[in-house]
């Protein structure tokens, strides 16, 4: 089946406002769909201005008419997915004390229910239930759960839930012993929660009006959200506050940062009522985050401190934790980025990645003597779980790779025994023999080279005719993972090939991969991209023109750029929350995350360079009177990260600019925000949706 748009697009308005930076005028034909009461809308969706509703609504029913005809494909699509989910799965319970906790699915159930047993107790046995998510969702257009973290005593559980999507949690008190909730209610926070020792108050961060997560508020149990104390306040808005806590629960961590300087105040966990303690004095482009190694009364400090560009770990008393005190305790070994670390009491355990691929290392504490846990695929993902306790030898992680299912080990890190807990179960059927994962290199136009994961069916001819589908991302460090989908498996067996570009501006390659793809090298990111859709037409895994890329939010940036520098190559755009409108956010000081994001791609306030860089890849600003691609465009009306008017202004220019037939279509989901949908199963409605649309312009539906 081919995608055919029907004729009568939607046309929105042009009402041009222009502004001036450093001599240099700029003209927006769509900045109206920017409601001047944005920060109202983010909270109530109702007050969204009347014109600019009427508009997002045409589109999104002018997007429902064009997929239409998909209808029967997309439920499909759903239905596949859906099977290949164990939809009454639970997690491998976590011991903390005299309880084990875990979450569970219900049959046809959208949202976890958190459940603990007895430590010891089998599968379901003396099951109680803490919080039952279906329950707390019924009636609500959206329901998100953000914290469920249960009190020392094991008596009460702070949970935190966002009904809008706009990402303002409210934390509420459980009584487990009754399973009600108490009188108290903190609104506008950002949904984490850390106890204090005793359990008679615990810490969260207050999320403002423009988003911003600031402040850092002390809560005692049976007390008013109006009488909670100021614990810790930023006063940098580039700044945002997070709070946290050491594996050993001996502190409370409040860390501040942007994206790339760190600064960490400590508070005893049995003392909360005292002062924050700082540890080291932010110093711009040095990170740090630390553990607290009890035994030895010090802490041991991640951090890419005296130029260890892929980090290195030091050490420095527990009385004494300033910065003057650190010396190296595991060394700077370039190549080999240091992800993140937890400190149990008898071992230390750190994810690293090298050559691209993650690995764990163990070291055991009274005697330094390491190890590595190897593993063999070509490309595969990798994750350390924690869990609640610090007095155990044993450690947590998860595998996959993108033929073989998620599996979760329990590790002694003392004897290296690994114990298979889980494997996840694909209740329609899986044969990773099946299906074939590799990982190539692309060579970008300056040499580098750039991983590629890969993932085809083994009956799929790598002749060329295979259609392809490569999903980007590349910013702010993040690595995207070459891991298990079960969505991907209904591209895949249907002939396509599925590719993963770990391009610069993730951290794939070390430290270096990211500082090469942000700021005044972010261009980078866009040819790395490129370049991987050109390799993969070049080595016969599909051909030009073949390809339909997906990213979103950052990745939805990439989207819009590629589209407008490389517009034949793809058959088709994906481009989900999409962050278009680059050049005008950024200079936007007043909304939620742009302070934080100078660091990340430049101030065009200040600096004229940083302003002219931006302005020649923004996409909304670089669409131009040329043929582009069939694109889709997906954006939430409460999204705090990636505004609805992004691509709602984008597409306009789009339709006003291009000179093709293809299909330009826009949807914003109008209860939702970053997200999506909540709930997993309506998640997948949305995947189905974009699928659908994959395979209709390749003529695969």
């Known amino acids: 089946m081919k995608l055919t748009p029907p004729a009568d697009a939607p046309r929105a308005r042009k009402i041009p406002a222009t502004d001036t930076h450093h001599g240099i005028t700029r003209t927006d034909n769509y900045a109206w769909l920017r409601d001047e009461n944005w920060r109202d809308v983010m909270r109530d969706p109702t007050v969204l201005d009347k014109d600019i509703r009427s508009y997002l609504e045409a589109e999104n029913a002018y997007t429902d008419k064009a997929l239409e005809p998909l209808a029967d494909l997309r439920e499909t699509l759903f239905n596949e997915m859906k099977g290949r989910i164990k939809e009454d799965d639970s997690s491998v319970p976590s011991p903390d004390g005299p309880y084990a906790y875990y979450t569970r699915y219900e049959e046809g159930s959208q949202h976890p229910i958190f459940c603990r047993r007895p430590r010891d107790a089998e599968n379901g046995e003396a099951e109680e239930i803490v919080l039952n998510g279906n329950v707390e969702a019924e009636g609500e257009a959206y329901f998100k759960l953000g914290d469920v973290a249960h009190s020392p005593a094991h008596r009460l559980v702070a949970w935190s839930a966002d009904r809008k999507g706009s990402e303002y949690f409210t934390i509420r008190l459980r009584d487990l012993e009754t399973g009600k909730d108490l009188a108290d209610e903190v609104p506008d926070s950002s949904g984490g929660v850390v106890w204090d020792a005793a359990g008679t108050s615990f810490f969260y961060t207050q999320v403002d009006d423009e988003h911003r997560p600031l402040k850092v508020f002390r809560h005692v149990v049976g007390t008013s959200a109006q009488a909670d104390t100021l614990v810790y306040e930023e006063i940098d808005p580039s700044f945002f506050a997070g709070v946290g806590e050491t594996q050993s629960r001996k502190y409370i961590v409040i860390d501040t940062h942007d994206h790339q300087t760190s600064e960490i105040h400590l508070i005893p966990a049995d003392a909360p009522e005292l002062s924050p303690r700082l540890v080291a004095a932010r110093e711009e482009g040095v990170e740090y985050d630390l553990e607290h190694d009890a035994e030895r009364q010090r802490f041991l400090i991640l951090t890419n401190a005296e130029g260890a560009e892929d980090f290195k770990v ?388």
Request: aromatic share 12%; glycine share 8%.
């Open 314 to 701: 030091m050490e420095a008393p527990e009385a004494t934790p300033e910065r003057e005190h650190w010396k190296d305790f595991i060394p700077h070994k370039p190549g080999t980025l240091l992800l993140g670390h937890v400190a149990f009491r008898n071992h230390y355990a750190r994810m690293e990645r090298q050559g691209g691929l993650p690995r764990i290392a163990i070291r055991r504490l009274r005697d330094d003597a390491e190890h590595e846990i190897a593993f063999a695929e070509e490309a595969y993902d990798l994750s350390l779980g924690a869990g609640y306790e610090y007095d155990t030898s044993r450690m947590r992680f998860s595998y996959s790779s993108m033929t073989t299912p998620a599996e979760v080990f329990d590790y002694d890190m003392e004897t290296r025994e690994r114990t298979l807990r889980k494997r996840q179960e694909v209740p329609s059927g899986h044969n990773p023999a099946d299906y074939v994962t590799r990982r190539i290199f692309a060579t970008a136009p300056d040499g580098t080279e750039v991983p590629v994961s890969i993932l085809h069916h083994k009956g799929t001819p790598i002749d060329g005719s295979a259609p392809c589908l490569l999903y980007g991302y590349g910013s702010y460090g993040i690595s995207i993972p070459a891991s298990f989908s079960i969505a991907a498996l209904s591209l895949v067996d249907r002939g396509f090939v599925y590719a993963i570009a770990h391009i610069r501006g993730g951290k794939d390659k070390g430290y270096r991969w990211y500082t090469d793809g942000k700021l005044f090298n972010k261009k980078n990111t866009f040819t790395d991209f490129i370049a991987a859709g050109e390799h993969l037409a070049a080595e016969n895994f599909t051909s030009r023109g073949n390809i339909v890329a997906q990213g979103g939010s950052a990745g939805g940036m990439l989207m819009g750029a590629v589209a407008n520098m490389a517009p034949d190559l793809f058959k088709g755009i994906i481009a989900e929350v999409p962050f278009v409108d680059v050049l005008a956010t950024i200079l936007d000081a007043s909304l939620p995350l742009t302070p934080p994001e100078w660091n990340e791609w430049g101030n065009p306030i200040e600096s004229k360079e940083a302003y002219e860089y931006m302005a020649s890849y923004s996409p909304y600003d670089n669409v131009r009177a040329q043929a582009y691609p069939h694109l889709f465009a997906l954006g939430g009306l409460t999204d705090p990260r990636v505004t609805y008017w992004e691509p709602a202004k984008w597409v306009a220019q789009l339709r006003e600019l291009k000179t093709d037939d293809n299909a330009l279509l826009l949807h914003i989901n109008m209860d939702s925000g970053h997200g999506g949908a909540s709930g997993r199963f309506e998640r997948l409605k949305e995947v189905a949706r974009v699928f659908a649309f994959a395979l209709a312009v390749t003529e695969r539906a």
